[in-house]
Nanobody, 123 residues
Framework: VQLQASGGGLVQAGESLRLSCAASGRTFSNYAMGWFRQAPGKEREFVAGINWSRGNTLYADSVKGRFTISSASAKNTVYLQMNGLKPEDTAVYYC?????????????????WGQGTQVTVSS
């Protein structure tokens, strides 16, 4: 399984970004995908997750109402639409996959990880 994250950048507070995670190497219908982030000096934290086949989603409280995770099965791509960005959203964002339909917020349960994309939000 290969995961390629992209779409990060430098934006001002209140602006939007859309991250993409292109997955390859498997049939992902029975996989759950997650977005995580890690800021300097902090632990990796869950942001959002989605189940490929059912479309079930899960969000961290800190991003509910601002971020939306979605999937395009035909493209094997998962997106994270981030609106109303705040300086505290600044981090490296990673996409991850686990071979189960259950979305989890625990990073240790995800086996496959992408390389990360930097998101920087200035105030």
């Amino acid at each position: 399984v290969q995961l390629q994250a992209s779409g990060g950048g430098l934006v001002q507070a209140g602006e939007s970004l859309r991250l993409s995670c292109a997955a390859s190497g498997r049939t992902f219908s029975n996989y759950a995908m997650g977005w995580f982030r890690q800021a300097p000096g902090k632990e990796r934290e869950f942001v959002a997750g989605i189940n490929w086949s059912r479309g079930n989603t899960l969000y961290a409280d800190s991003v509910k109402g601002r971020f939306t995770i979605s999937s395009a099965s035909a493209k094997n791509t998962v997106y994270l639409q981030m609106n109303g960005l705040k300086p505290e959203d600044t981090a490296v964002y990673y996409c991850a996959a686990r071979n189960t339909v259950v979305v989890s917020s625990r990073p240790e349960l995800y086996r496959y990880w992408g390389q990360g994309t930097q998101v920087t939000v200035s105030s």
